[in-house]
């Protein structure tokens, strides 16, 4: 099963959020896909790389329609050298309204600020009403590691969901709690829209291991049609559980 068919993304509106492979997630689908837009809510780092252009624009659809070359990168405008602003999802919800069923729409919904394991602040995520699929994401190798800055973003939320204290070691439970948590992977998920949890940086034997304890317990505490554990910097799926 490639990324695509295993978070039901050809033809859907994908939000990614969490930690741990946001941004791989999204160029790894947009490389996957035959028609995709990549764009976000939140700001996100230049991508030019990623896609055959990045178009800063008030007028997404305009940019989709006279697009020529896929996949495309819409952003609301620039914030410096390195951040691009996303649109408000409203305005996501608007473009998408009018995109034929070949279109695929990828978006970031989130920050993490590079690190393994979040949990989201009170405006987070934004995620707009057409939101297909939710993506919440961690890293396999946060299990283990201590609940600090260092790999975690804002610890004190993951602290409040899990009961953990500061510098306490992180299990994979907790990482289950967190991703299913209607406050932590889970939170805001618009009606109908389905949650596929991603576990990345399944890098070794070992994280495999841990990957799929953390796929149990996410199936144990809410009902998602699947689990994806991937290691993307290697663009692979490893399993869907």
């Known amino acids: 099963m490639d990324l695509p068919e295993a978070l039901t993304a050809r033809g859907n509106v994908t939000c990614v959020v969490g930690a741990g492979g946001k941004k791989s997630t999204l160029y790894a689908l947009a490389d996957r896909l ?16 990623q896609v055959e252009d990045v178009i800063v624009t008030d007028r997404p659809l305009e940019a989709i329609d006279s697009a020529e070359a896929w996949p495309i990168g819409l952003v609301a405008g620039r914030e410096g050298s390195d ?3 996303g649109y408000d999802p409203e305005t996501v919800d608007d473009f998408v ?10 978006v970031k919904a989130d920050g993490a600020r590079t690190r393994w394991f979040k949990a989201p602040n009170d405006d987070e995520p934004q995620l707009p009403t057409a939101t297909d699929v939710v993506v919440p994401i961690a890293s396999a190798k946060i299990v283990g590691e201590r609940l600090a800055e260092e790999h975690v973003h804002r ?3 993951v602290a409040a969901i899990t009961d953990l204290d500061p510098g306490d070691r992180i299990s994979a ?6 991703v299913t948590s209607d406050r932590g992977g889970c939170k805001d998920v618009p009606d109908g829209a389905t949650v596929i949890p991603l576990v990345n940086m399944v890098d070794t034997p070992e994280l495999e ?26 663009d692979r799926v490893v399993d869907v559980v």
């Not at 995709?36 to 991508?47: D, G, L, M, N, S």
């Not at 309204?97 to 990828?106: Q, R, T």
């Not at 439970?173 to 967190?178: G, L, N, R």
């Not at 291991?209 to 290697?234: F, K, M, N, S």
Request: proline fraction near 8%; glycine fraction near 2%; avoid cysteine.
């Open 83 to 85: 951040r691009y602003l």
């Open 34 to 49: 035959e028609r995709a837009v990549v764009t976000a809510t939140v700001r996100i780092p230049p991508f030019e790389e």
């Open 155 to 157: 610890p004190e939320r």
């Open 209 to 234: 291991e841990t990957a799929r304890e953390i796929a149990d317990e996410i199936r144990d505490r809410r009902d998602v049609p699947r689990v994806v554990l991937a290691q993307l910097l290697e």
């Open 97 to 106: 309204a009018d995109l034929g069923p070949e279109m695929s729409v990828v």
């Open 173 to 178: 439970s907790d990482v289950a709690t967190v």
